[in-house]
């Protein structure tokens, strides 16, 4: 198992599910997936410089995730697939 910290940027516009509602059910793809969560940061909803997709805001969720490496391709495979996430990116710590 190694660390990473993976920085999820979720669409909520036309969602009804509320902001938490949707951290909890990325939180839950990733237990699925095979990661162990050490720790979630909600940083908050953030306008974007520029409307790519015509999407103008995000919330940013940064989870501190254990999971062997291989695991990080089909996390991101799943995730790809939800509709609620609009951006992933994944950092390996030390």
Do not use: C
Request: aromatic share 10%; proline share 4%; charged share 30%.
């Amino acid at each position: 198992m190694k660390k990473y910290e993976a920085m999820i940027v979720l669409d909520t516009k036309g969602k009804e599910e509320t902001p938490d509602q949707l951290i909890s059910a990325v939180e839950k793809e990733l237990i699925k997936a095979g990661a162990k969560i050490d720790q979630i940061d909600r940083i908050g909803r953030r306008k974007f410089p520029t409307s790519p997709k015509h999407v103008e805001y995000g919330w940013f969720v940064a989870y501190q995730i254990q999971a062997a490496p291989d695991k990080i391709t089909s996390i991101r495979s799943l995730l790809k697939l939800n509709d609620s996430v609009y951006q992933q990116f994944y950092l390996a710590r030390n």
